[in-house]
């Protein structure tokens, strides 16, 4: 029985809000050969409390605070205002990338006893900052430790522990009112933090077992629900590598990925049945032969082929140099988009997927549940995959693709908003189903009960439901220009 007792009064502030939304940027920076009486003039001009010192590309590489002002002219006297700031910065700079749920950065502060924490892009790239002064209206229970847990872990199972708690915790947020996209970040949050933190784990042996360093610069790829931020309850592996070395480098990356399929198979994510995993070699390529496979795949891809490429579809980096993958979104994208033959094969493949309702609009149920994954948000999330695919949208995320495409004129406003909602109501039914089938002892699943949904509940489901076939429509529309 998992102890909730921490979770029973959460604020889910915290769960509900990125980084970007309450860091102040932009970020004050300063270069590392300017000396302290210009840091100190900086600050108290801009009535701030810190600099960051950026590289030429913009990336943090240290931190200067109040407090290292004091300290350095507590020591230095007279001498200490024409230091230069790269000798008593403080770096490595610890950060947290922009997109982070605030909880992620809130518990890391709180580990390491910091007072600034620098948020970073995709690149790396300084974009703000965050303080403790500027989260203390941010209060919450010690539920905030969860992601620093995963991170610190020293084994698999010290994740797994981690882990556990993590129906307890969307427990909480269902009973505070958070959305299911909200509750899906938070669970896609712990596995992207799992998995980087078995990257680090599976680097750990190989240096102590003599495989040295990476031979290349390389990116840890988390696909499927993983990179859409949409994972639920009891998700399998789905990763990749991409890396800048040759043929030759792949003997140390397979070890890698081997480890690291097996740390995360331990800790409780089991293995792929689909075998889409870093350790095996169709999901580990250099970046060249990677745009090479995309490129084959949409002029060749069909039958059970187009499953794992969807998978893939929606990956994001986790950890590792974000660049890869930049790099190789925006090939699969700009690809994609002009492979009209890839794209029909991906929306037969949509087409072909089940439906939840009888003729009469019953519910089809089989044991009295709904394989409410299967007939209902696979369906969606495909269709918007393709639709963001054909017009050249990068976004990954279910609901940040239907924005886009509204955005673009691709779809009226109003309807992808219901679309979005019809998305997050599935996302929150199925969330409750699984959080009560753990209460119970029994496994977490992709079905629900419609007799546990209320009157609203099951008429909302149904519209959701027969929407879809106005998502076909859309989509053969949008394929009959291509």
Not at 72 to 86: F, I, K, N
Not at 168 to 192: H, K, M, P, Q, Y
Not at 271 to 293: F, I, P, Q, S, Y
Not at 439 to 460: F, T, V, Y
Request: net charge negative.
């Amino acid at each position: 029985m998992v102890d909730t007792s921490s979770f029973e009064r959460i604020d889910s502030f915290p769960y509900r809000h990125r980084v970007r939304d309450v860091m102040s940027s932009p970020v004050a920076t300063i270069e590392g050969d300017a000396a302290i009486a210009d840091a100190s003039r900086h600050m108290a001009d801009a009535g701030i409390s810190s600099l960051v010192i950026v590289d030429e590309q913009g990336r943090p590489v240290g931190i200067i605070t109040e407090r290292d002002v004091l300290r350095t002219v507590a020591d230095h006297r007279e001498q200490a205002v024409g230091l230069s700031l790269g000798g008593i910065m403080s770096s490595p700079v610890v950060t947290v990338r922009e997109d982070a749920l605030v909880y992620v950065a809130m518990g890391r502060m709180d580990r390491l006893q910091l007072r600034h924490i620098v948020a970073i892009d995709r690149t790396g790239r300084a974009t703000g900052m965050l303080t403790a002064r500027g989260l203390l209206r941010l209060r919450t229970s010690t539920a905030l430790a969860l992601g620093d847990e995963v991170m610190t872990a020293m084994d698999a199972g010290q994740m797994a522990a981690a882990k556990a708690k993590l129906p307890a915790l969307a427990g909480a947020l269902v009973a505070e009112g958070l959305d299911g996209r909200g509750i899906a970040a938070v669970s896609t949050s712990v596995l992207a933090d799992m998995t980087a933190r078995a990257a680090e784990l599976a680097l750990q042996s190989m240096r102590q077992e003599a495989w040295g360093e990476a031979p290349a610069t390389w990116c840890l790829l988390l696909l499927g629900s993983g990179g859409r931020r949409e994972s639920l309850f009891g998700p399998d592996q789905d990763n990749a590598i991409v890396h800048a070395g040759s043929d030759a480098d792949d003997r140390w990356f397979a070890e890698l990925g081997r480890r690291l399929n097996a740390i995360l198979d331990a800790a409780g994510i089991p293995l792929c049945k689909g075998g889409v995993m870093t350790c095996n070699d169709r999901w580990r390529h250099g970046l060249a032969e990677w745009l090479t496979a995309i490129d084959s795949w949409m002029r060749h891809a069909d039958g059970d082929e187009l499953l794992n490429i969807a998978i893939f579809c929606d990956f994001r980096g986790v950890y590792g140099d974000p660049v890869l993958a930049g790099d190789l979104r925006s090939h699969l994208t700009a690809a994609a988009r002009r492979s009209p033959g890839f794209l029909h094969a991906l929306a037969a493949s949509a087409s072909n997927m089940g439906t939840a309702l009888g003729v009469l609009g019953q519910f089809k149920t089989r044991e009295g549940r709904i394989d409410i994954k299967l007939t209902g948000l696979l369906p969606l999330v495909s269709t918007v995959r393709l639709l963001a695919l054909k017009h050249g949208i990068a976004a990954t995320g279910t609901g940040e693709r239907l924005m886009a495409l509204a955005d673009a004129g691709h779809m009226p406003r109003h309807e992808a908003q219901a679309f979005a909602d019809g998305h997050e109501l599935m996302l929150r039914l199925l969330f409750r189903q699984q959080i009560a089938d753990i209460g119970d002892g029994i496994d977490a699943s992709n079905r629900i009960d419609p007799q546990h949904l209320s009157k609203d509940e099951r008429a909302r489901l149904k519209q959701v439901l027969k929407s879809l076939n106005s998502l076909h429509w859309l989509m053969s529309n949008a394929l009959s220009t291509v």
